[in-house]
């Protein structure tokens, strides 16, 4: 079915594309699907029981508004946002951009999203904390913001009661100096995060690719100090020395899909052989099929999220990953996803 639509999907600006197809989630164009995903497939991560180890990563569900139709594909989780404290435009039009033929996107999106009173109130409305499948809430600072520290923690504080989990994301490309929270400046704000949590609801940490290890090393080193309770590695690249087939690359803007796997296996396996057992860790970037998925649990993530595959080959897609997932456990003789995190290393 999406093989048919795609012509047309793909004929639109991406952005357009999108929108639309969150008005045809929101009134039940995934009622076809209804997958239950084996059960074979369920994994503890901190004190959260998830499905399944795939979920879908920040950005697609900006607002929170359909992440329960989300889940009817088969994903175990879904982590809504960015949000912001205000809401917020984001950087002019248009900013995304498809990669045809690398599989991949380009989004200098900029945070675009309602605020975190509409961002709150959708979330009660669904009042997912009912739902077996997890929801995670990803927060950012608003781009004219004086104090980026106060954003994160008021996030904190209006979320920790009606999500699963939280994401502090420091790490967008598109809100200028985001990044400098991965330099030095990422101990004050896991200390005022550390001192403003209300309750024991997880906090992970998102990353971006284009770090040094050593960068790496010492934001898990805080982030153990200050009891975070995850790392996502990572976010989209700023980087394009990726072999790119596509023509008319922009320059600005973090790129996603394909072309980003390897050199995201390698800063996850990085942060596993720093990490161990202290901080579980959430794969994300590149991944399109049940194969990609283990090999990033095999390089360390207890976790696995994604989003450019999607728009790429549609919903059918989370099934079958789930699907061969099970497969390959079967193949492995694995009984639990959780006795295979980490077991194989990348060569420096
Ligand atoms: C259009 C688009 C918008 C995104 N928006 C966000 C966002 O708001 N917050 C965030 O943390 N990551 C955002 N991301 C990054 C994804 O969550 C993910 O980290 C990245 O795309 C790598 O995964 P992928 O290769 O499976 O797409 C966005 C990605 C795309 C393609």
């Known amino acids: 079915m999406y093989k048919l639509l795609k ?21 039940g164009i995934f009622n076809f699907f209804n997958t239950i995903p084996s059960e074979k497939l369920a994994v503890r991560v901190g004190n959260i029981d998830f499905p399944t180890p795939i979920g879908l990563a920040a ?3 900006k607002n929170a508004e359909i992440f329960d139709e989300i889940f009817k594909i088969g ?9 912001t404290p205000r809401p917020q435009y984001g950087n002019p039009k248009p900013r995304i951009f498809r990669l045809k033929e690398d599989s991949a996107l380009i989004n200098k999106l900029g945070f675009n999203n309602v605020g975190l009173d509409e961002f709150v109130s959708n979330i009660v409305k669904i009042n997912p904390l009912d739902n077996y499948q997890k929801i995670g809430a990803n ?33 967008s490309p598109n809100t200028e100096n985001l990044r400098d929270f991965e330099n030095s400046n990422i101990v004050e704000l896991l200390k005022e995060i550390e001192s403003n949590r209300l309750d024991d609801t997880p906090i992970f940490i998102k990353i971006s690719p284009d770090i040094e290890n050593k960068q790496i090393s010492s934001v898990i080193e805080s982030a153990i100090k200050h009891k ?27 790129l996603s899909g394909a072309p980003i796997l390897s050199l995201v296996n390698e800063k996850l396996s990085f942060a596993y052989s720093v990490g161990k057992n202290s901080i579980p860790i959430i794969g994300v970037g590149g991944v399109s099929s049940g194969a990609d998925a283990y090999k990033k649990i095999k ?4 976790l696995v999220q994604l989003y450019t595959s999607l728009v790429y080959e549609g919903p059918s897609l989370i ?3 789930n699907n061969d997932l099970v497969e390959l456990m079967k193949l492995d003789g694995v009984s639990n996803l959780s006795e295979v995190v980490g077991t194989t290393k990348l060569k420096p």
Not at 155 to 163: A, E, L, N, P, Y
Not at 228 to 254: A, E
Request: zero cysteines; hydrophobic letters at 40%; proline letters at 4%.
């Open 7 to 27: 012509p047309l999907i793909f004929s639109l600006d991406p952005e357009l594309a999108h929108n639309i197809g969150v008005i045809f989630i929101k009134r």
């Open 59 to 61: 950005g697609f569900d």
């Open 75 to 83: 994903f175990g989780f879904v982590e809504a946002g960015t949000v």
């Open 139 to 171: 927060l950012g600072p608003n781009k004219d913001s004086v104090n980026r520290i106060d954003d994160y923690v008021e996030g904190i504080r209006r979320v920790s009661k009606i999500v699963d989990y939280i994401t502090i994301n420091i790490s």
């Open 228 to 254: 975070m309770n995850g790392l996502i590695v990572s976010n989209t690249s700023k980087d394009r020395r990726f072999g790119l087939k596509s023509k008319n690359i922009p320059k600005d803007g973090g």
């Open 299 to 302: 390089l360390g993530a207890s």
């Open 319 to 321: 099934s079958k990953i």
